[in-house]
């Protein structure tokens, strides 16, 4: 049976169904290891089978599906050791984003982070999910726009998608919301406002390290 959520005359099928089938796993729907079945998937959506195929490609590129031998697409697995080096990676990644920033960004990009984070006071400290996903992904951009290394975004947008699942979670979660919003403060101020390129670095490293605290304690918590 067609699900309601599909909007047929807006983005093309294939895009609306990654999206939905994206969501349903960020959201738990399918949980880490579960099996996605074409067929299954066919009737949950309301789909063909080529658009079916075409999202789940999709999903592995962003790495939220793996393919496995003779069993095909499921919901890709962590453990705990691929999260701590996951994160350590985007720990040296995300540290190099804030010195730079620090160093190179105009003052035009100092500015924006500086209003941006004047915002989130409500988009993110006191917003919903959505508001929280949109304001995040604001800040980062704006982050690795200052920076000026395209190689450098393209490899932390590869590490970002290979931790969406919990980074959704601190989204959902009030009390990691307003540490994360104090992080920001801090990498805001060292970077936009200071242009310390030391202490940029360390407040973003400060940043992932409670992120990769949250990822294990989630990952816990979903395999418990």
């Not at 919990?166 to 101020?189: K, L, M, P």
Request: hydrophobic share 40%; with cysteine; charged share 30%.
């Amino acid at each position: 049976m067609s699900t309601p959520r599909l909007t047929r005359h807006a983005a093309p099928l294939r895009q609306q169904i990654t999206r939905l089938l994206r969501e349903d796993i960020l959201s738990g729907a399918h949980q880490p290891g579960d099996a996605l079945r074409e067929s299954a998937l066919c009737e949950a959506y309301g789909v063909s089978r080529t658009v079916v195929r075409e999202a789940l490609r999709q999903l592995e590129t962003e790495r939220l599906v793996t393919v496995v031998a003779h069993h095909g697409p499921v919901v890709t697995v962590l453990t705990p050791q691929d999260i701590e080096k996951i994160y350590e990676v985007r720990r040296a990644l995300e540290g190099l984003v804030g010195e730079l920033f620090a160093v190179h960004a105009p003052e035009r990009a100092r500015t924006a982070l500086r209003e941006l984070l004047a915002g989130m006071d409500v988009s993110y400290l006191r917003g919903t999910v959505r508001t929280r996903e949109e304001a995040n992904e604001r800040f980062y951009g704006l982050l690795l726009e200052g920076a000026g290394n395209p190689v450098l975004a393209e490899e932390v947008a590869r590490i970002h998608a290979r931790v969406q699942i919990f980074r959704r979670y601190a989204f959902t979660d009030a009390r990691r919301a307003r540490i994360s919003f104090e992080h920001f403060g801090r990498i805001t101020r060292a970077a936009a406002v200071d242009r310390d390129p030391a202490e940029a670095r360390a407040a973003c490293e400060d940043h992932v390290r409670g992120a990769a605290a949250l990822a294990a304690e989630e990952h816990r918590r979903r395999t418990a």
